[in-house]
């Protein structure tokens, strides 16, 4: 199995920025995508941004132009750079690898992170 271990969150004022990041326990087989999500007080989980193998980026609109993602393969790790955050940010942020362990596995499983808080004030 493996572990995806985040970090970073915080509480900050708005304008202000934050750096997470998650950490996975193992590398992967092949590895898909890596992602944030993110879940507001009595709202569903969405995606906040996700990076593919191949480097391609997809941002949600409420964030473009603000959060920026990267990725370090090397050490199998996954940032989200948020900046000039606005109380509307608040939620806990979970990070998501898409991909497969092993040669074994037949198909590509999701892996959560366990969720850091975020807490913009105004």
């Known amino acids: 199995q493996v572990q995806l271990v985040e970090s970073g969150g915080g509480l900050v004022q708005a304008g202000e920025s934050l750096r997470l990041s998650c950490a996975a326990s193992?590398?992967?087989?092949?590895?898909?995508?890596m992602g944030w999500y993110r879940q507001a007080p009595g709202k569903q989980r969405g995606l906040v941004a996700s990076i593919t193998s191949g480097g391609d980026i997809s941002y949600a609109d409420s964030v473009k132009g603000r959060f920026t993602i990267s990725k370090d393969n090397s050490k199998n790790t996954v940032y989200l750079q948020m900046n000039n955050l606005k109380p509307e940010d608040t939620a806990v942020y979970y990070c998501?690898?898409?991909?497969?362990?092993?040669?074994?596995?037949?198909?590509?499983?999701?892996?959560w992170g366990q969720g850091t808080q975020v807490t913009v004030s105004s």
């Open positions: 193992r590398s992967f087989f092949r590895l898909n995508t």
């Open positions: 998501n690898y898409n991909g497969r362990l092993s040669s074994f596995v037949s198909r590509e499983y999701d892996y």
